[in-house]
């Protein structure tokens, strides 16, 4: 029975026990949510405690006092300072400038959000949060960029510079010159990615702003004006190193040399970088010195040799000569050197002309082994001017080399006829009529020449027949005349009428010249025979048109009773030559030679008062060859 009352008190206090805890739960449970139904109504518009903005807390208050306290906790967006720099420039801004600005009133909105989320556990979770561990959050600020940008416009109108490229040119003999600039822009973009952070951070900074430079490809060109100041600054004298006198040298002005110039562009191929280089103007101071080229040239001259008849050895009489010709070229590039040197006087290049036969060449070497062919002339009766013109001009030729295959002209090698080189005056015959003139007789020379070539077998490209027959080349030894010789005669007036022929063999030929007795005039050919024989025929004086009556004219020169022939009859005719060159039994080449003689008169002078001269007309004198 004890048993049992001690099991109900025992069952009764595990009854008061279980009801008690639910019940404590219960008042627990109500209490907290009469606290957070307390602390929800104290802070329902307040900012929840822990809530700091910028460091600054904000606990308990409301928006109204939070933003004033912020106000002052927050001066940045008047008081902060943004120094922005360029070189020794400087640009000292507010926020405020730069359109930034902290919003107290916003910030303080934010830090009221603060535990106010959607959901109830996210609000006791924030709240928790800033209550055990506080919540910082940032000010709310306003950034308008595009005042800061327009800030940047203006500074960049007094930075901002284009690229300006430094230049070179001449204006006459002046150096004209423009000097270059780097280009400068500011980078606003980059600026102002720079200037955001400082703001964002409400710190106060030094900017550097971003500028963008430019070098010109070319910035400084003073070294180069330099030079062609220099270079203009006297004359650019030019020598030729062989002359003896002034003769040999040519002056051109800076204002002349100015325009031979050229200024040009250059890219250095190793950095990259442009320049400007003065150069000459290959093409202009090549016509330059190709019009003093031939004044400057000196042929090559082959040596001259005599074939000695008895040891069939050639021997030299005259040396060969070497010649010179102007190297352009060479020229162009020494002036052009000295010139960036520094110096106003330069010689001339030139290079050599070897002669293609010297001092040591054999007859073997050439093919000139034996006596081809010779021919003589006779001019019986020859004043002594007119011998001396003979001699003076068949000398020229007397050792003269021909190359194979070539074609001599005589006019070439017979040069300026003329009293200083040794000439006398004799009959020519000239405008119609045969007068005294510096040279004459030379005819002789080409006639006796013609035949050479002629009878020699070489070809005859080029020769002209005497206005009328005359009678020194129809000679005989004998002196008597020969009229199978009319139509072989030829002559030369240099440098208009020539005579030439042409050496078809592969063998080099000697040319020698011997005046004779008998007033004769012998011309050898030596070289090696190649088996050519010569058939030829002369259709003689065909047409024939006898002279005109004598005329008789007037000289006041000439003393009363004087008579004087200043010119002689010939009967006009036509002659026509044919020539076959035979190699062997084979025809190697036919020509013919056509010669239409006028018909000349004879004409004497008188004296005024000569008595018993015959009353004659002039006949119209044909002009000559």
Same mark, same amino acid.
């Given at each position: 029975?004890?048993?049992?009352?001690?099991?109900?008190?025992?069952?009764?206090?595990?009854?008061?026990?279980?009801?008690?805890?639910?019940? #404590?739960?219960?008042?627990?449970?109500?209490?907290?949510?009469?606290?957070?139904?307390?602390?929800?109504?104290?802070?329902?518009?307040?900012?929840?405690?822990?809530?700091?903005?910028?460091?600054?807390?904000?606990?308990?208050?409301?928006?109204?006092?939070?933003?004033?306290?912020?106000?002052?906790?927050?001066?940045?967006?008047?008081?902060? *300072?943004?120094?922005?720099?360029?070189?020794?420039?400087?640009?000292?801004?507010?926020?405020?400038?730069?359109?930034?600005?902290?919003?107290?009133?916003?910030?303080?909105?934010? &830090?009221?959000?603060?535990?106010?989320?959607?959901?109830?556990?996210?609000?006791?979770?924030?709240?928790? @949060?800033?209550?055990?561990?506080?919540?910082?959050?940032?000010?709310?600020?306003?950034?308008?960029? *595009?005042?800061?940008?327009?800030?940047?416009?203006?500074?960049? @109108?007094?930075?901002?510079?284009?690229?300006?490229?430094?230049?070179?040119?001449?204006?006459?003999?002046?150096?004209?010159?423009?000097?270059?600039?780097?280009?400068?822009?500011?980078?606003?973009?980059?600026?102002?990615?720079?200037?955001?952070? &400082?703001?964002?951070?409400?710190?106060?900074?030094?900017?550097?702003?971003?500028?963008?430079?430019?070098?010109?490809?070319?910035?400084?060109?003073?070294?180069?004006?330099?030079?062609?100041?220099?270079?203009?600054?006297?004359?650019?004298?030019?020598?030729?190193?062989?002359?003896?006198?002034?003769?040999?040298?040519?002056?051109?002005?800076?204002?002349?040399?100015? #325009?031979?110039?050229?200024?040009?562009?250059?890219?250095?191929?190793?950095?990259?970088?442009?320049?400007?280089?003065?150069?000459?103007?290959?093409?202009?101071?090549?016509?330059?010195?190709?019009?003093?080229?031939?004044?400057?040239?000196?042929?090559?001259?082959?040596?001259?040799?005599?074939?000695?008849?008895?040891?069939?050895?050639?021997?030299?009489?005259?040396?060969?000569?070497?010649?010179?010709?102007?190297?352009?070229?060479? #020229?162009?590039?020494?002036?052009?050197?000295?010139?960036?040197?520094?110096?106003?006087?330069?010689?001339?290049?030139?290079?050599?002309?070897?002669?293609?036969?010297?001092?040591?060449?054999?007859?073997?070497?050439?093919?000139?082994?034996?006596?081809?062919?010779?021919?003589?002339?006779?001019?019986?009766?020859?004043?002594? &001017?007119?011998?001396?013109?003979?001699?003076?001009?068949?000398?020229?030729?007397?050792?003269?080399?021909?190359?194979?295959?070539?074609?001599?002209?005589?006019?070439?090698?017979?040069?300026?006829?003329?009293?200083?080189?040794?000439?006398?005056?004799?009959?020519?015959?000239?405008?119609?009529?045969?007068? @005294?003139?510096?040279?004459?007789?030379?005819?002789?020379?080409?006639?006796?020449?013609?035949?050479?070539?002629?009878?020699?077998?070489?070809?005859?490209?080029?020769?002209?027949?005497?206005?009328?027959?005359?009678?020194?080349?129809?000679?005989?030894?004998?002196?008597?005349?020969?009229?199978?010789?009319?139509?072989?005669?030829?002559?030369?007036?240099?440098?208009?009428?020539?005579?030439?022929?042409?050496?078809?063999?592969?063998?080099?030929?000697?040319?020698?010249?011997?005046?004779?007795?008998?007033?004769?005039?012998?011309?050898?050919?030596? /070289?090696?025979?190649?088996?050519?024989?010569?058939?030829?025929?002369?259709?003689?004086?065909?047409?024939?048109?006898?002279?005109?009556?004598?005329?008789?004219?007037?000289?006041?020169?000439?003393?009363?009773?004087?008579?004087?022939?200043?010119?002689?009859?010939?009967?006009?005719?036509?002659?026509?030559?044919?020539?076959?060159?035979?190699?062997?039994?084979?025809?190697?080449?036919?020509? /013919?030679?056509?010669?239409?003689?006028?018909?000349?008169?004879?004409?004497?002078?008188?004296?005024?008062?000569?008595?018993?001269?015959?009353?004659?007309?002039?006949?119209?004198?044909?002009?000559?060859?």
């Amino acid at each position: 029975m004890k048993k049992s009352k001690e099991q109900n008190a025992t069952n009764k206090t595990l009854q008061q026990v279980f009801w008690a805890i639910p019940l #404590s739960i219960f008042i627990f449970v109500l209490i907290g949510l009469a606290v957070l139904i307390g602390f929800e109504v104290v802070y329902a518009d307040r900012i929840y405690p822990g809530v700091y903005v910028e460091k600054t807390d904000l606990s308990g208050l409301t928006i109204t006092e939070a933003s004033q306290k912020l106000a002052e906790a927050l001066p940045y967006t008047y008081e902060g *300072r943004l120094v922005l720099t360029y070189g020794d420039q400087s640009w000292e801004k507010r926020p405020i400038d730069l359109g930034y600005v902290v919003e107290p009133t916003n910030s303080a909105k934010k &830090a009221l959000e603060v535990g106010r989320g959607a959901g109830y556990p996210e609000k006791l979770i924030e709240q928790g @949060q800033a209550w055990f561990q506080g919540v910082q959050i940032s000010p709310a600020a306003y950034y308008d960029e *595009r005042i800061a940008q327009i800030f940047l416009q203006n500074i960049a @109108q007094g930075i901002d510079q284009p690229t300006i490229e430094a230049s070179l040119a001449l204006e006459g003999s002046d150096v004209i010159v423009k000097s270059g600039q780097v280009g400068l822009e500011v980078d606003i973009q980059g600026t102002l990615a720079q200037i955001a952070p &400082a703001l964002m951070r409400m710190e106060d900074a030094v900017i550097p702003l971003i500028v963008k430079e430019t070098p010109p490809a070319i910035l400084d060109v003073g070294p180069q004006a330099e030079m062609a100041r220099q270079i203009l600054s006297e004359d650019l004298v030019l020598t030729d190193p062989d002359a003896e006198d002034d003769a040999g040298t040519w002056t051109i002005a800076p204002q002349e040399l100015a #325009s031979m110039l050229i200024i040009t562009r250059s890219e250095s191929s190793a950095e990259g970088e442009s320049s400007y280089q003065i150069d000459l103007n290959q093409d202009l101071f090549e016509i330059y010195l190709e019009s003093i080229k031939p004044g400057l040239s000196v042929a090559p001259i082959n040596a001259r040799f005599i074939f000695n008849d008895d040891t069939s050895q050639l021997e030299v009489i005259e040396s060969a000569t070497i010649g010179r010709e102007l190297d352009v070229q060479a #020229s162009i590039e020494t002036i052009e050197a000295a010139l960036i040197e520094g110096a106003h006087q330069v010689n001339l290049q030139f290079q050599s002309l070897e002669p293609e036969v010297t001092d040591d060449a054999t007859g073997e070497e050439l093919g000139i082994t034996e006596l081809v062919h010779q021919e003589t002339s006779y001019f019986y009766g020859s004043d002594a &001017a007119r011998v001396q013109n003979i001699e003076t001009a068949s000398a020229q030729f007397h050792g003269l080399l021909v190359p194979p295959g070539a074609t001599f002209s005589m006019a070439d090698a017979l040069g300026n006829i003329s009293l200083e080189n040794g000439y006398a005056e004799a009959l020519i015959i000239y405008g119609g009529q045969t007068i @005294q003139g510096v040279g004459g007789g030379v005819c002789q020379v080409s006639t006796t020449l013609f035949r050479a070539a002629f009878f020699a077998g070489f070809p005859i490209p080029e020769r002209h027949a005497h206005a009328y027959r005359v009678s020194y080349y129809e000679l005989r030894r004998d002196g008597s005349r020969d009229p199978n010789l009319a139509g072989l005669d030829a002559t030369v007036f240099v440098p208009i009428v020539d005579l030439k022929f042409t050496n078809d063999t592969e063998h080099w030929l000697l040319m020698e010249t011997y005046m004779g007795q008998y007033q004769s005039l012998t011309w050898k050919f030596y /070289s090696t025979k190649d088996g050519r024989t010569v058939n030829w025929q002369t259709t003689g004086a065909t047409n024939i048109v006898p002279a005109p009556e004598p005329l008789y004219r007037e000289n006041p020169e000439l003393e009363k009773g004087e008579l004087k022939k200043v010119d002689y009859a010939a009967d006009g005719a036509e002659i026509r030559v044919t020539r076959t060159v035979y190699k062997g039994d084979q025809v190697h080449f036919s020509d /013919s030679f056509y010669t239409k003689f006028q018909p000349w008169q004879e004409i004497w002078e008188y004296g005024p008062g000569t008595e018993g001269i015959p009353e004659t007309e002039a006949e119209d004198a044909p002009e000559t060859n």
